[in-house]
């Protein structure tokens, strides 16, 4: 895609990921691509504010000579280390190796230990300026937002704030602003990255949002370096991300279970009746077969969560296994939780599964459910009551 103009002479120059299916390994599946958001700013002094993954470098290059000679680029702001921003530089500083890079101590230090450049670098930290010439760029550390280097760029005269990972989705369109979008599919995908990356910095982005609201900064674009930048609806994504730092919920539950031979199955659909019955939304998900990103992204907003699994030597299948190890690692907080499943001779999932519940910090609302074998019709109404107990726990707040 060629360069965008964002604003008077400021320029979207990034690239287009269309085939990206996969993000952080294969942590995080990406439906609908990404983008990688790199913006030229055309001054007195020519300032590039990150750059783009390794494989897109020529096309970053060549957005860049569209507007002027990448030659002629003086600086160069590093908001975040992360190879998806920074994997471009090694090309681009073969072009203008007097430019002078710019980001914070954390930031010196990890691009010196991924490209080994004897790079002209100047640590910068929060309330420090640069002048451009008709412009300035003023610096905001972000230190875990989502790594210790992170930073945000703002420029006052444009009111225009650059926070790298903040704000941005996995999301590959031609159209550059959110309103040019449809916003259902934004807010799906900027929930959907603040669940399976952000989430468990909840506290650190919360205590941001109060510090870039005492100061007063005007903001009314939010250009991010993934996905979709913020021209129209500013508001409605700072109250998403300050409603999510602050774990708040609605009275809805996900049921995630996996089953061996469909009994443990028929518990979660019994439970998911009961649930509904009583007025809940619910979602539910056999973990074998969905992809845990869409799982977690509804679980996001859930106040209750309903695991389950047959059992296996002793403990839940591998799966759930490893979905609820992903979980702990996010940090959900104001959530409860309980846990169900089927075994046969010998229990053992379910009290595995409420170990790994508390210690990810939920909940646990009530005694797990245990089914020996497949239930008969007495345990199934007894895992429908389970589930109408359960809303009543959930609607309790």
Same mark, same amino acid.
């Given at each position: 895609?060629?360069?965008?103009?964002?604003?008077?002479?400021?320029?979207?120059?990034?690239?287009?990921?269309?085939?990206?299916?996969?993000?952080? /390994?294969?942590?995080?599946?990406?439906?609908?691509?990404?983008?990688?958001?790199?913006?030229?700013?055309?001054?007195?002094?020519?300032?590039?504010?990150? !750059?783009?993954?390794?494989?897109?470098?020529?096309?970053?290059?060549?957005?860049?000579?569209?507007?002027?000679? $990448?030659?002629?680029?003086?600086?160069?702001?590093?908001?975040?280390?992360?190879?998806?921003?920074?994997?471009?530089?090694?090309?681009?500083?073969?072009?203008?190796?007097?430019?002078?890079?710019?980001?914070?101590?954390?930031?010196?230090?990890?691009?010196?230990?991924?490209?080994?450049?004897?790079?002209?670098? #100047? +640590?910068?930290?929060?309330?420090?300026?640069?002048?451009?010439?008709?412009?300035?760029?003023?610096?905001?550390? &972000?230190?875990?937002?989502?790594? $210790?280097?992170?930073?945000?760029?703002?420029?006052?005269?444009?009111?225009?704030?650059? $926070?790298?990972? &903040?704000?941005?989705?996995?999301?590959?369109?031609?159209?550059?602003?959110?309103?040019?979008?449809?916003? &259902?599919?934004?807010?799906?995908?900027? &929930?959907? @990255?603040?669940?399976?990356?952000?989430?468990?910095?909840?506290?650190?982005?919360?205590?941001?949002?109060?510090?870039?609201?005492?100061?007063?900064?005007?903001?009314?674009?939010?250009?991010?370096?993934?996905?979709?930048?913020?021209?129209?609806?500013?508001?409605?994504?700072?109250?998403? @991300?300050?409603?999510?730092? #602050?774990?708040?919920?609605?009275?809805?539950?996900?049921?995630?279970?996996?089953?061996?031979?469909?009994?443990?199955?028929?518990?979660?659909?019994?439970?998911? #009746?009961?649930?509904?019955?009583?007025?809940? =939304?619910?979602?539910? @998900?056999?973990? !074998?077969?969905?992809?845990?990103?869409?799982?977690?992204?509804?679980?996001?907003?859930?106040?209750?969560?309903?695991? /389950?699994?047959?059992?296996?030597?002793?403990?839940?299948?591998?799966?759930?296994?490893?979905?609820?190890?992903?979980?702990?690692?996010?940090?959900?907080?104001?959530?409860?939780?309980?846990?169900?499943?089927?075994?046969?001779?010998?229990?053992?999932?379910?009290?595995?599964? =409420?170990?790994? +519940?508390?210690? !990810?910090?939920?909940?646990?609302?009530?005694?797990?459910?245990?089914? #020996?074998?497949? $239930?008969?019709?007495?345990?199934?109404?007894?895992?429908?009551?389970?589930?109408?107990?359960?809303?009543?726990?959930?609607?309790?707040?």
């Amino acid at each position: 895609m060629s360069a965008v103009k964002i604003l008077s002479n400021i320029y979207w120059v990034g690239a287009i990921d269309w085939n990206m299916r996969h993000f952080h /390994g294969h942590t995080y599946t990406t439906k609908r691509g990404t983008t990688y958001n790199s913006y030229l700013i055309v001054d007195d002094k020519i300032t590039l504010v990150d !750059a783009v993954h390794a494989s897109f470098a020529k096309e970053l290059i060549e957005n860049i000579r569209q507007v002027v000679d $990448p030659g002629k680029i003086d600086y160069i702001v590093a908001n975040h280390v992360e190879t998806d921003h920074s994997g471009a530089y090694p090309e681009l500083l073969k072009l203008c190796p007097k430019a002078k890079m710019f980001g914070t101590q954390k930031c010196k230090e990890g691009l010196q230990k991924h490209y080994y450049g004897n790079w002209d670098f #100047q +640590v910068v930290k929060t309330g420090d300026k640069i002048n451009l010439g008709k412009r300035t760029l003023q610096f905001i550390e &972000a230190a875990m937002i989502h790594w $210790p280097d992170s930073m945000f760029t703002y420029c006052p005269e444009e009111q225009l704030l650059m $926070p790298n990972d &903040a704000f941005g989705q996995h999301y590959a369109t031609s159209e550059r602003f959110d309103d040019e979008t449809d916003p &259902a599919v934004l807010m799906e995908e900027d &929930a959907k @990255y603040y669940a399976n990356i952000l989430w468990p910095l909840s506290s650190v982005i919360a205590r941001k949002l109060e510090e870039i609201k005492t100061s007063g900064l005007p903001i009314k674009m939010i250009a991010p370096s993934h996905g979709i930048i913020w021209r129209r609806d500013i508001k409605k994504a700072i109250d998403a @991300y300050t409603g999510w730092s #602050q774990n708040k919920t609605k009275p809805k539950v996900v049921i995630a279970y996996e089953t061996m031979w469909g009994a443990t199955e028929k518990m979660a659909y019994k439970m998911s #009746q009961g649930l509904t019955d009583a007025g809940l =939304e619910v979602k539910l @998900y056999d973990v !074998a077969v969905t992809d845990r990103t869409e799982i977690i992204t509804q679980m996001l907003d859930a106040k209750g969560y309903l695991f /389950g699994s047959s059992t296996h030597d002793n403990d839940m299948l591998t799966i759930i296994g490893g979905f609820l190890a992903f979980l702990k690692g996010l940090k959900p907080r104001n959530r409860v939780a309980c846990a169900f499943g089927s075994y046969g001779w010998a229990g053992g999932a379910v009290k595995a599964i =409420e170990e790994i +519940v508390k210690e !990810a910090g939920i909940t646990l609302a009530q005694p797990g459910l245990s089914v #020996q074998y497949v $239930p008969d019709e007495n345990e199934l109404k007894r895992c429908y009551e389970y589930g109408k107990e359960f809303a009543k726990i959930v609607k309790a707040g």
